[in-house]
């Protein structure tokens, strides 16, 4: 089969290579899709601690199952599936609290596993087991299947945010994740959702979510937010951005009792932000952190997906056979358009008769 392979960092080549042989509880599925995330272009110029070269990326996969191993009873040949990447161990104290992206052993797809940027994948048994492998509603192409996995973290950020019915959500930063954000917690009754940008190219690119569209390269985000809210703010706060300065601000934005979430992380070698911290004193609101997500997230995200609650073909921008990987990451990387889906097995072009 043919695969991407990075063998070291920025050395990326397309190679044929044995088609992998499903263990006992394994699965091999044939990769439909598999959209690039921001963490493949991270991984592509850095590396990553996780990772041993060579290693086979890509993360955010969908396809048809076409080998199942010994004692798999719940899939079979021929089922629509995505593919959670974060794999939980099942046993730890985190794990029996119910904190499985907390897991002390979390292994993932795409970084101690080979991923999804070739044209089979094999799941490991403890992804088969601990519920990674969820089926694809009918009217759900490959493509936008894809989308349930950033889709799945976003739930995860918005649970411990407590996004709830009638809040004002403010989501700093509308790439992908930004959108999701904003049509999440339209879905699950938010009051107004108001959706903030620096880039005016992106931000008309998100109208479709239905979010209030505030420009950042030309409004004062206090005042608009002001006000918005009679002078009370966002009772959500989400920092979909990596920025220190959209961090900080997230403090001056948030309602009594709310929450502020720092949803994109820093930089390694520059983690640390100024934090007035009498504001969270006096203003009695939790700061929280999310990234990644449990199995239930994800199964969650494709039922949102099929109901049409996230819009996810507005988000697949630019579609490309496994042979222009290079081009996939490149177009990442400079965020030309919202996600860039890579289809291995080439029979879904992101039309809708594949489902
Ligand atoms: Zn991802
Ligand atoms: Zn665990």
Do not use: W
């Not at 050395?11 to 394994?26: H, I, S, T």
């Not at 004692?71 to 046993?91: E, F, K, S």
């Not at 411990?160 to 999440?184: E, F, K, M, Y």
């Not at 997500?293 to 997906?305: M, T, V």
Request: proline share 5%; aromatic share 4%.
């Amino acid at each position: 089969m043919k695969a991407a392979i990075l063998k070291s960092v920025e050395n990326l080549e397309l190679e044929e290579v044995p088609e992998p042989k499903p263990g006992p509880g394994e699965l091999v599925i044939q990769v439909k899709a598999c959209a690039v995330c921001g963490t493949d272009v991270k991984v592509y110029h850095h590396g990553h601690k996780h990772i041993v070269f060579p290693r086979i990326t890509g993360h955010e996969v969908s396809g048809v199952v076409i080998k199942c191993g010994a004692g798999v009873t719940n899939y079979q040949p021929g089922d629509r599936v995505i593919v959670a990447p974060a794999i939980p161990c099942g046993q730890c104290h985190y794990c029996r609290r119910g904190y499985q992206t907390m897991c002390d052993q979390l292994k993932a797809i795409g970084y101690h596993y080979d991923g999804g940027f070739a044209e089979e994948m094999k799941v490991p048994a403890a992804a088969v087991a601990n519920g990674c492998v969820n089926h694809i509603p009918q009217g759900v192409s490959f493509t936008e299947a894809t989308l349930a996995e950033p889709l799945a973290c976003v739930i995860n950020g918005q649970k411990l945010s407590q996004v709830g019915l009638g809040d004002t959500v403010l989501i700093l930063g509308a790439g992908p994740i930004g959108c999701l954000h904003a049509q999440l917690a339209r879905a699950v009754g938010a009051g107004q959702v108001i959706l903030a940008e620096v880039l005016p190219e992106r931000l008309k690119m998100a109208e479709f979510t239905g979010a209030i569209l505030v420009d950042l390269s030309r409004e004062d985000i206090v005042e608009k937010v002001k006000q918005l809210t009679a002078g009370r703010m966002a009772e959500r706060v989400i920092v979909a951005a990596t920025s220190h300065q959209a961090q900080e601000k997230a403090v001056e934005l948030v309602a009594k009792r709310g929450s502020v979430n720092f949803f994109g992380g820093l930089p390694k070698e520059k983690p640390v932000i100024n934090l007035n911290s009498n504001l969270v004193h006096y203003g009695e609101f939790m700061i929280v952190g999310t990234h990644g997500s449990a199995p239930r997230d994800n199964e969650l995200a494709i039922g949102l997906i099929a109901r049409k609650d996230i819009t996810a073909k507005a988000y697949l921008t630019s579609i490309l056979p496994l042979e222009q990987i290079h081009e996939a990451l490149h177009l990442a990387e400079i965020r030309q358009g919202l996600k860039v889906v890579v289809t291995p097995s080439n029979s879904d072009q992101g039309e809708s008769n594949d489902g």
